[in-house]
């Protein structure tokens, strides 16, 4: 690249991406202490504050150019849009899948179990009359398999879903850690 388009294209380049990369891995960080993975986080922490040092450093020394500050904005905006991705894709954490039907669930109950799910159900009452309520918790990464049986048996049922910080005895089916001496479930 020539010397004379380095302060207006490089140097916003490498701006934007120091700040992409420190935030999303500041994202991840977050993400990884609310689901648990205390042990991870301060080295994504301390990796993303290096990162974050280089960003901050080439805009306070280029201050001359607008363009890195909007290369550093932009750069943040895309950071928690890459950071979310991330997470996304390693489906990390648990869920708690709670399913109502005013339907027999036998079918559907017998059918999660198939599929290596543990299953709880509760007959419940609810505003129209008897219905029945079924509870699992889950790998995060499973949960669409495990709607996909639900949306085929009982389209019509209530769904609820929300994240789990912690589980432990009962069945969650094991899933391999990323992090050596990590167990994720019993």
Do not use: C
């Not at 399913?99 to 009452?125: C, K, M, N, Q, Y």
């Not at 050596?180 to 019993?186: E, H």
């Amino acid at each position: 690249m020539p010397d004379s388009l380095w302060p207006l294209v490089g140097i916003p380049a490498l701006i934007f991406l120091a700040r992409m990369s420190d935030v999303t891995l500041g994202t991840l960080r977050i993400i990884f202490v609310s689901r648990g993975l205390v042990r991870l986080a301060p080295f994504v922490g301390f990796v993303e504050v290096l990162v974050w040092l280089v960003a901050i450093t080439q805009v306070l020394q280029h201050l001359d150019h607008p363009v890195n500050y909007v290369a550093y904005a932009a750069g943040f905006a895309t950071g928690t849009w890459a950071g979310i991705q991330i997470e996304a894709r390693l489906g990390l954490g648990l869920m708690a899948l709670r399913v109502i039907t005013d339907e027999d669930a036998s079918e559907l109950t017998e059918a999660l179990r198939a599929a290596r799910f543990g299953v709880t159900t509760v007959a419940a009452r609810g505003i129209r009359g008897k219905v029945r309520l079924l509870f699992t918790i889950l790998q995060r990464n499973d949960l669409e398999r495990a709607l996909e049986i639900v949306r085929d048996l009982h389209p019509s049922a209530f769904v609820s879903i929300s994240d789990v910080r912690e589980a432990s005895e009962g069945f969650i089916m094991p899933r391999r850690s990323l992090l050596p001496g990590r167990r994720q479930s019993k």
